[in-house]
């Protein structure tokens, strides 16, 4: 049974940064990319970021371009994202969730099965 672990979330200051983790079991680096969401209060969740397990290609949206880096350990199969630069927008629950492929399409019924999500808070 694959099962994700979403930690690292937090209180932080806008323009503070955070590394977000998300451990996996039951899943093969090999086969497998994993995607980080996440859910503004009030709006929908919205794709962030994925990464190839097996090459560590990686996607960015838009709107953490720059900002947010994302990054694996495959021998902790551990995903990483690395978010700097915070604005109060980045105000989320962040979750991961595994999917075959990262391309850049975040369509979330390719994805699953889902972490817990994280609280991600960004005070201006």
């Known amino acids: 049974e694959v099962q994700l672990v979403e930690s690292g979330g937090g209180l932080v200051q806008a323009g503070g940064s955070l590394r977000l983790s998300c451990a996996a079991s039951?899943?093969?680096?090999?086969?497998?990319?994993i995607g980080w969401f996440r859910q503004p209060p009030g709006k929908e969740r919205e794709g962030v970021s994925c990464i190839s397990l097996r090459v560590g290609n990686a996607h960015y949206a838009d709107i953490v371009k720059g900002r947010f880096t994302i990054s694996r350990d495959s021998s902790k199969n551990t995903v990483y994202l690395q978010m700097s630069s915070l604005l109060p927008e980045d105000t989320a629950v962040y979750f991961c969730?595994?999917?075959?492929?990262?391309?850049?399409?975040?369509?979330?019924?390719?994805?699953?099965?889902w972490g817990q999500g994280t609280q991600v808070t960004v005070s201006s």
């Open positions: 969730a595994a999917s075959m492929a990262c391309t850049g399409n975040y369509n979330e019924h390719d994805f699953g099965p």
């Open positions: 039951g899943l093969s680096f090999d086969a497998h990319a």
